[in-house]
């Protein structure tokens, strides 16, 4: 057991004297506790506590005693004499030596300690394990994911002891703290944003004011809460909450928090503080929305994260024909508070265009909503929804972008549309959105999508996304989709600092985090894609795409074993994808398991599976031939998935292979 006051250091400098009363008090405190559970004691080192127990059952209930003797102190004590410490525990072997320990499991247990949370406890993979299955004192065990411990090469997996008086907290948003806290994680997001402040201030050269500090300027809106309590207007909130971040997200100065990393905090009972530790922002816009027919009443404060103190708040009673100007109206006050220049086209972007009449918005908010639970159901809802809008009012220029996004989807094989008839619709949407209305990202976003994984059309989807991106700096999706683009033209530093960028702008997403270990396997670079990958599991661990990826990974490393290991393991959480499957077919093959790959290729030819993935069955069974023949098949059929070939490492012998070559040319893709 390792401990430590919290704020020790700085109160001996502001008063040494009381610092030394305190540090007295938490010894006579907690130090007979140690006995009592067979601790003993090592040595103290300032304020600190070295402490051996026999067992990591014993030393997990003196630390929550502790905890609790300490807790019970500051409830009847001023808060300038409370006294808060921070425990760390792992089980490992010592060396005594001359009356002192030595060895990993005392530096370990050090390392561990300062990732506790003032008054909390933290607790090794090891302790976790032998500790888990008893009833410590109405304790629970929160995973947090694995820990940058100085100078300790090996991971180790820590857990959070929460306990009985501390507020329990869904365990993504420990799991997102910790992940965020991390050091390598912090960097990257403070290098890119200190690369995004030189850029924009030499772009800009504009004479200096008084100005929030570029560093506080990251915002994150909370989902608008539905106070009405009727599930059919949920849809208003989130659709209200979705268009605020859209329009702030043009702000160049900004940066505000995607949608997908926002959403985690709906329906939680966290705290502006605790919510703004997991997003790294300084400022949170929260709100309530109650509906009544036609009208409706919105609510918005702008908190400041430090001081958990509204800037202002601000009321308005739209109808819903009026949603768009209000949360334009809104976006301009954020702005205004937070002392951010806005260029003309900002403002232009700011005041974002609705529909002329209630009918079509509410079925625009009703398709977005749709969309974004990404469900072959729910993105043929939303293509209802978009085309009901656009009927409503040919001119809105949202609802055709919303079109195009949802027929890109169902095209991917979202729905039940045949994937030809779907991109054309995409296709011919993405068109008259940009026709429209040159100056919406949405669209211009949505056309590139298409050029890039549909036409094929590399130079145009390029200038597309940077067109999107001029308009909308802060679009996350756009940076994610751009960053794809270019890892597939092999331009690998422009599509990190991309990723990079939407990582920043959406911290907890499953998807940026997880194209980053892609874009790392693409390059080889192996042991850096599996920590990445590894780093994503911690925001979610069943998700499938990452289990996939690992697995991919593996198989370009040979490791055919681990790579089955977590193919099979994503294939059972993604319900039985058809792209999963195969790949897990291939590993076999790999691997030797001919009968096992043999199956699986019976199985898709049995239910006429898309070329593609006949093809690298085939591949896996050796039979190299026969893969180039379904690989034309696919090439003919337009298969998006084919893209890949430009960057997968994983078939070596198929790209040694001249005709590899030749499919790449046809697709207007270097080797």
Same mark, same amino acid.
Not at 394 to 401: E, T, V
Not at 580 to 589: E, S
């Given at each position: 057991?390792?401990?430590?006051?919290?704020?020790?250091?700085?109160?001996?400098?502001?008063?040494?004297?009381?610092?030394?009363?305190?540090?007295?008090?938490?010894?006579?405190?907690?130090?007979?506790?140690?006995?009592?559970?067979?601790?003993?004691?090592?040595?103290?080192?300032?304020?600190?506590?070295?402490?051996?127990?026999?067992?990591?059952?014993?030393?997990?209930?003196?630390?929550?005693?502790?905890?609790?003797?300490?807790?019970?102190?500051?409830?009847?004590?001023?808060?300038?004499?409370?006294?808060?410490?921070?425990?760390?525990?792992?089980?490992?072997?010592?060396?005594?030596?001359?009356?002192?320990?030595?060895?990993?499991?005392?530096?370990?247990?050090?390392?561990?300690?300062?990732?506790?949370?003032?008054?909390?406890?933290?607790?090794?993979?090891?302790?976790?394990?032998?500790?888990?299955?008893?009833?410590?004192?109405?304790?629970?065990?929160?995973?947090?994911?694995?820990?940058?411990?100085?100078?300790?090469?090996?991971?180790?997996?820590?857990?959070?002891?929460?306990?009985?008086?501390?507020?329990?907290?869904?365990?993504?948003?420990?799991?997102?703290?910790?992940?965020?806290?991390?050091?390598?994680?912090?960097?990257?997001?403070?290098?890119?944003?200190?690369?995004?402040?030189?850029?924009?201030?030499?772009?800009?050269?504009?004479?200096?004011?008084?100005?929030?500090?570029?560093?506080?300027?990251?915002?994150?809106?909370?989902?608008?809460?539905?106070?009405?309590?009727?599930?059919?207007?949920?849809?208003?909130?989130?659709?209200?909450?979705?268009?605020?971040?859209?329009?702030?997200?043009?702000?160049?100065?900004?940066?505000?928090?995607?949608?997908?990393?926002?959403?985690?905090?709906?329906?939680?009972?966290?705290?502006?503080?605790?919510?703004?530790?997991?997003?790294?922002?300084?400022?949170?816009?929260?709100?309530?929305?109650?509906?009544?027919?036609?009208?409706?009443?919105?609510?918005?404060?702008?908190?400041?994260?430090?001081?958990?103190?509204?800037?202002?708040?601000?009321?308005?009673?739209?109808?819903?024909?009026?949603?768009?100007?209000?949360?334009?109206?809104?976006?301009?006050?954020?702005?205004?508070?937070?002392?951010?220049?806005?260029?003309?086209?900002?403002?232009?972007?700011?005041?974002?265009?609705?529909?002329?009449?209630?009918?079509?918005?509410?079925?625009?908010?009703?398709?977005?909503?749709?969309?974004?639970?990404?469900?072959?159901?729910?993105?043929?809802?939303?293509?209802?929804?978009?085309?009901?809008?656009?009927?409503?009012?040919?001119?809105?220029?949202?609802?055709?972008?919303?079109?195009?996004?949802?027929?890109?989807?169902?095209?991917?094989?979202?729905?039940?549309?045949?994937?030809?008839?779907?991109?054309?619709?995409?296709?011919?949407?993405?068109?008259?959105?940009?026709?429209?209305?040159?100056?919406?990202?949405?669209?211009?976003?949505?056309?590139?999508?298409?050029?890039?994984?549909?036409?094929?059309?590399?130079?145009? =989807?390029?200038?597309? /996304? #940077? &067109?999107? $991106? @001029?308009?909308? +700096?802060?679009?996350?999706?756009? *940076?994610?989709?751009? %960053?794809?683009?270019?890892?597939?033209?092999?331009?690998?530093?422009?599509?990190?600092?991309?990723?990079?960028?939407?990582?920043?702008?959406?911290?907890?997403?499953?998807?940026?985090?997880?194209?980053?270990?892609?874009?790392?396997?693409?390059?080889?670079?192996?042991?850096? =894609?599996?920590?990445? /990958? #590894? &780093?994503? $599991? @911690?925001?979610? +661990?069943?998700?499938?795409?990452? *289990?996939?990826?690992? %697995?991919?990974?593996?198989?370009?490393?040979?490791?055919?074993?681990?790579?089955?290991?977590?193919?099979?393991?994503?294939?059972?959480?993604?319900?039985?994808?058809?792209?999963?499957?195969?790949?897990?077919?291939?590993?076999?093959?790999?691997?030797?398991?001919?009968?096992? =790959?043999?199956?699986?290729?019976?199985?898709?030819?049995?239910?006429?599976?898309?070329?593609?993935?006949?093809?690298?069955?085939?591949?896996?069974?050796?039979?190299?031939?026969?893969?180039?023949?379904?690989?034309?098949?696919?090439?003919?059929?337009?298969?998006?998935?084919?893209?890949?070939?430009?960057?997968?490492?994983?078939?070596?012998?198929?790209?040694?292979?001249?005709?590899?070559?030749?499919?790449?040319?046809?697709?207007?893709?270097?080797?």
């Amino acid at each position: 057991m390792f401990t430590d006051m919290v704020g020790y250091s700085a109160l001996t400098q502001r008063d040494e004297s009381l610092a030394l009363q305190l540090l007295e008090e938490h010894r006579q405190l907690v130090r007979p506790l140690f006995p009592a559970r067979g601790g003993r004691e090592i040595k103290t080192i300032g304020d600190a506590f070295l402490v051996e127990f026999a067992s990591a059952l014993d030393a997990a209930t003196c630390a929550v005693e502790m905890q609790q003797v300490l807790h019970e102190h500051n409830l009847a004590t001023p808060p300038e004499r409370r006294i808060q410490i921070r425990i760390g525990l792992h089980a490992g072997d010592v060396i005594h030596r001359e009356g002192d320990v030595f060895g990993d499991g005392v530096n370990i247990a050090a390392r561990i300690e300062p990732l506790a949370e003032a008054g909390g406890i933290c607790v090794s993979e090891d302790v976790a394990r032998q500790i888990q299955n008893n009833k410590l004192a109405d304790c629970t065990l929160v995973k947090l994911g694995a820990g940058e411990l100085k100078n300790i090469t090996v991971p180790v997996e820590i857990y959070r002891l929460v306990l009985p008086w501390q507020k329990r907290r869904p365990e993504f948003a420990d799991r997102a703290a910790f992940f965020l806290a991390k050091k390598s994680v912090r960097r990257a997001i403070v290098a890119v944003a200190a690369v995004a402040v030189v850029l924009a201030a030499l772009w800009m050269r504009r004479p200096s004011e008084p100005a929030v500090p570029a560093s506080e300027k990251r915002l994150a809106v909370l989902p608008l809460v539905n106070l009405g309590g009727e599930a059919r207007d949920e849809y208003f909130a989130d659709g209200m909450t979705e268009e605020l971040i859209s329009s702030l997200s043009s702000v160049r100065e900004l940066s505000v928090i995607a949608r997908t990393s926002i959403t985690k905090f709906k329906g939680t009972k966290l705290d502006v503080a605790e919510i703004g530790r997991a997003l790294s922002v300084g400022w949170i816009l929260e709100g309530t929305v109650r509906m009544a027919g036609e009208q409706a009443k919105v609510r918005v404060s702008l908190v400041d994260v430090a001081s958990q103190k509204a800037l202002w708040t601000q009321e308005f009673g739209p109808t819903i024909k009026d949603v768009f100007a209000v949360q334009s109206a809104i976006a301009m006050s954020v702005s205004d508070a937070l002392k951010v220049r806005l260029l003309a086209g900002e403002k232009s972007q700011l005041t974002r265009r609705g529909a002329g009449n209630a009918e079509a918005n509410r079925e625009y908010l009703l398709g977005r909503s749709q969309l974004n639970k990404r469900t072959g159901p729910s993105v043929m809802q939303a293509i209802e929804h978009f085309t009901h809008a656009a009927a409503d009012d040919p001119g809105f220029a949202l609802a055709l972008a919303g079109l195009a996004d949802a027929y890109s989807l169902a095209g991917a094989g979202y729905g039940t549309l045949p994937r030809d008839e779907a991109n054309r619709h995409a296709r011919d949407y993405a068109v008259r959105a940009v026709e429209l209305d040159h100056t919406l990202a949405e669209a211009h976003a949505a056309l590139a999508y298409v050029k890039f994984r549909i036409d094929w059309n590399w130079a145009g =989807a390029e200038a597309g /996304f #940077k &067109r999107a $991106l @001029e308009l909308k +700096p802060g679009y996350a999706r756009a *940076h994610e989709q751009f %960053g794809l683009l270019l890892a597939i033209l092999r331009r690998f530093p422009e599509s990190m600092a991309e990723f990079q960028r939407a990582q920043q702008l959406d911290p907890l997403s499953l998807g940026v985090s997880n194209g980053i270990g892609r874009l790392l396997h693409f390059e080889r670079r192996y042991e850096e =894609a599996l920590v990445q /990958f #590894k &780093r994503t $599991l @911690e925001i979610d +661990p069943q998700f499938p795409e990452v *289990h996939f990826n690992i %697995g991919i990974t593996y198989l370009a490393m040979g490791r055919h074993d681990e790579a089955i290991a977590s193919l099979e393991l994503a294939l059972k959480l993604s319900n039985n994808r058809t792209v999963i499957a195969a790949m897990l077919g291939v590993a076999q093959g790999f691997a030797g398991r001919k009968a096992d =790959a043999q199956k699986i290729y019976d199985e898709m030819v049995a239910k006429s599976e898309a070329p593609y993935y006949l093809a690298v069955l085939s591949a896996g069974l050796g039979e190299t031939d026969r893969a180039f023949k379904y690989f034309e098949e696919a090439l003919a059929q337009r298969d998006a998935i084919l893209i890949y070939m430009a960057v997968e490492p994983a078939f070596p012998q198929l790209a040694a292979d001249p005709r590899y070559g030749q499919i790449l040319k046809k697709m207007g893709l270097a080797q």
